[in-house]
């Protein structure tokens, strides 16, 4: 997959939202801007109102002032085709587009993303609206990109109204063919739900008690597609008229109702948000989501769209990122592929329910905030990093991710109903990050063959051909890791049946008998030679068919029992791990798995330094993060040569020493 580079160089600034700001502001800003080293700017991302005062007309005066004057001070614009909000003179008209939720409520107009995805005529309005926007502004020598409305789905990610009903059947139809099948796929002769016909059909609105699963995941899928054809609409129309500008929407990374990586098939850029909560200090969580957004395009640069200079609005209490912080996460995200920092938003804004969040530029308005100078500094550093354009990661690791399977695991009357597969995924992610292991995600069915390592944390549902993918893996080398709860229903959450995980099991050598959840605040022992481990949530029962045990159990009427086996399958090995050890023992065993296959950090750093190596094809930087509030002294390795791209000052010796809070970036001198 090529790389886009939407500018020569790393892209710089926010979203700008002038029409909250009379005319004199916009040039102010403008000047503020180029003083700062921004060069790209998200405009009109809630402007419907603006541009199409009322329904079929159009006004571009105000917005073809604030595009000449940005782009005469240097500044391009990724411009925003305005869907995110219905205008209230729509809502007027059709008062049925506004959403309706899970109990049959309709939600009001007067905050945003007020509509139904299956509203006949949103779709209708769109295209209107998106064609004239980009009908006008094609030929604009500002427009570098395109920012297909905002966040999708991020307050309203299911509606539950008549014309969704309508569609779902549509969609069930298009799926299943006949009423039979769905009948078969969704087991409705338990608890009596067969359908006779597609019209008995209904979103799985509030029931009187466990609605069924099948249906309630094949909501899950309908309505990603629901939203993502207007997506897909938009994108047609910006297609046609401007083939050469790139078109992105932004992601929100750890989304469940958005399978993203279905989304960034149809995107040229991978763009997202990210709201790392400051009080929660090192953000492993944000790492693991840059890691996540670069692997949905196979590696290819993303621009980190939006974060806050300072603090939000929404938490229950909104703490400031401390001075340098900003910095050093901006830079722990270009480490892990950005190709552009931009924030939410410009300039702070005086009403509304977000005029308390930050921006680059406070209420104040002047330069001498302290965000603000924080904000031209990085700007100015940024701007010496073209070089890193386009630079890739090269990750030997992958860990498995799927959304629909977050979808199946997540749903209601499982044996342990407070799993969540983020925070499982992350446990074993945290042990990568912490030694700064370069890590990819890939789906279970995807080319896994550039990989020595695969991870596959709580993969639930295993579809068709995943699992010989998995086959492929193991038996050409690979080694797997693979949690319990895994390879357990097929895509419409059937059980594999024939003992768990039925089509794994001759990978795994073993079968799982039972399935015991461990109560919280209790726990269990991991005994593996004479080194004991705690392990919690979860212990499988298995009976070894091949498989040897690595760790047995301590504790309980299954004390002796294994825990963790390995088995040896074809050149590789596959390491199933039936319980939820504690992180020292993920990382003792991660350890000897990178070992055995030679995979190394960039550098060996102290505790809570990032470390991240990206590639342009005929160079190598370095990006060092120190999160620490004290120096660190690294150690380079003798046999090369590097330069310090910021201070611009060429590494004699192989001792540096990283500040606290700060970071180094290394450029491989090649000379
Ligand atoms: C994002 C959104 C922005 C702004 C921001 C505040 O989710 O896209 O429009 O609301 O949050 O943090």
Redesign the pocket.
């Known amino acids: 997959m090529k790389n886009i580079n939407v500018l020569p160089s790393i892209c710089y600034g926010g979203?700008y939202n002038p029409e909250q700001w009379p005319e004199e502001v916009w040039y102010e800003d403008a000047q503020l801007m180029q003083k700062a080293g921004v060069n790209l700017v998200s405009v009109g991302?809630?402007s419907w109102a603006k541009i199409e005062p009322q329904a079929g007309i159009f006004d571009f005066e105000w917005l073809d002032k604030v595009i000449n004057i940005l782009y005469d001070h240097g500044v391009h614009v990724n411009l925003s085709t305005a869907t995110?909000s219905t205008p209230a003179w729509f809502v007027r008209i059709y008062p049925d587009s506004l959403p309706v939720d899970e109990n049959g409520t309709r939600l009001s107009f007067g905050s945003?993303q007020h509509y139904c995805p299956n509203h006949p005529h949103l779709i209708k309005h769109i295209k209107k609206l998106v064609r004239a926007i980009a009908e006008h502004y094609k030929d604009h020598p500002a427009l570098k990109m395109w920012h297909v409305n905002?966040?999708y789905a991020?307050h309203v990610s299911r509606c539950y109204c008549e014309n969704c009903a309508q569609a779902f059947r549509k969609w069930l139809k298009k799926r299943y063919h006949t009423i039979d099948e769905l009948n078969e796929r969704w087991g409705t002769n338990f608890w009596g739900q067969r359908y006779n016909d597609w019209d008995e059909i209904n979103p799985p609105r509030k029931t009187p008690t466990f609605v069924n699963p099948s249906q309630e995941l094949d909501y899950y899928r309908f309505m990603n597609d629901s939203i993502f054809n207007l997506f897909l609409a938009e994108k047609e129309i910006l297609r046609e008229l401007t083939p050469d500008i790139p078109i992105s929407t932004?992601f929100?990374a750890s989304f469940k109702p958005l399978n993203y990586f279905q989304w960034a098939e149809e995107v040229d850029i991978v763009t997202w948000?990210s709201?790392p909560d400051p009080r929660e200090g090192l953000p492993v969580n944000h790492a693991m989501m840059n890691d996540l957004m670069r692997s949905l395009r196979q590696g290819q640069p993303f621009l980190l769209m939006?974060q806050?200079t300072s603090h939000?609005?929404?938490r229950d209490i909104n703490v400031p990122k401390p001075p340098g912080v900003m910095r050093l996460w901006s830079y722990a995200t270009i480490g892990r592929g950005a190709d552009g920092i931009m924030f939410?938003?410009w300039r702070q804004s005086r009403a509304g329910a977000?005029k308390f969040?930050g921006a680059m530029v406070s209420h104040s308005g002047d330069e001498h905030s302290r965000v603000y100078r924080e904000v031209k500094e990085l700007g100015h550093e940024l701007s010496q990093l073209d070089g890193l354009v386009g630079a890739r990661i090269k990750a030997e690791v992958a860990i498995l991710f799927d959304w629909e399977n977050w979808w199946a695991v997540e749903l209601a009357s499982k044996p342990h109903n407070k799993l969540s597969y983020i925070a499982i995924v992350e446990h074993y992610y945290r042990e990568l990050y912490k030694r700064n292991i370069a890590v990819d995600f890939a789906r279970p069915g995807d080319d896994l063959s550039k990989y020595k390592v695969v991870i596959a944390p709580l993969l639930y549902m295993i579809k068709e051909r995943e699992d010989e993918n998995l086959h492929r893996f193991v038996k050409n080398g690979g080694t797997l890791l693979m949690s319990f709860f895994s390879g357990i229903v097929d895509e419409n959450d059937k059980v594999h049946l024939g003992g768990y995980p039925a089509l794994l099991r001759d990978i795994l050598g073993l079968c799982v008998e039972e399935f015991v959840p461990i109560a919280e605040g209790q726990s269990n022992l991991l005994q593996v030679g004479g080194e004991t481990f705690e392990c919690t949530t979860w212990a499988d029962m298995i009976r070894l068919e091949g498989a040897q045990a690595l760790a047995v159990y301590g504790e309980d009427w299954y004390a002796g029992h294994p825990a963790v086996t390995v088995h040896h399958f074809g050149q590789g090995k596959s390491v199933y791990i039936g319980t939820h050890p504690e992180s020292r023992f993920v990382g003792q065993l991660l350890e000897k798995v990178l070992a055995e296959h030679h995979i190394t950090p960039p550098l060996e750093v102290p505790a809570k330094v990032e470390v991240q190596r990206r590639y342009t094809e005929n160079e190598e930087y370095l990006i060092i993060v120190n999160h620490n509030g004290h120096d660190v002294q690294l150690t380079l390795p003798k046999d090369r040569n590097y330069q310090n791209v910021l201070s611009g000052e060429r590494l004699h010796g192989v001792k540096l020493t990283v500040k606290g809070i700060d970071v180094v970036v290394l450029k491989e001198d090649k000379n």
């Open positions: 979203d991302i809630f995110a945003r905002n966040e991020c932004n929100m948000d709201y939006e806050v939000v609005n929404w939410f938003q977000e969040h």
